[in-house]
Nanobody, 122 residues
């Protein structure tokens, strides 16, 4: 079983920065697992914000490109999400997840963390 624990959320003024961390433990060979960051705002569906593959390549949704950066430290079994220039619309619960590849190349979540709240204040 895989355990994922997010940390680093909180309150931040618009334009500010936060760094989220997600530490993995349990039955996981972290270095060969693609990882993703999702978020879910009130009344909205959960969306994949950023993904980082085992080779280190990354993908982002358009709304966070140039502001968010995901990285990983395989030795620490930890993935990070650096969020800069935060906007009100970034307010959400952020989750990390292990990912698998579905047919057609889609990335699907497998295991979830408990989430960490990010609230951006005006």
């Amino acid at each position: 079983q895989v355990q994922l624990v997010e940390s680093g959320g909180g309150l931040v003024q618009a334009g500010g920065s936060l760094r989220l961390s997600c530490a993995a433990s349990g039955s996981i060979i972290f270095s060969i697992v693609d990882m993703g960051w999702y978020r879910q705002a009130p009344g909205k569906q959960r969306e994949l914000v950023a993904a980082i593959r085992i080779g280190g390549s990354t993908n982002y949704i358009d709304s966070v490109k140039g502001r968010f950066t995901t990285s990983r430290d395989n030795a620490k079994k930890t993935v990070y999400l650096q969020m800069n220039s935060l906007k009100l619309e970034d307010t959400a619960v952020y989750y990390c997840a292990t990912l698998r590849h579905a047919e057609g190349g889609a990335l699907l979540p497998v295991s979830w963390g408990q989430g960490t709240q990010v609230t951006v204040l005006s």
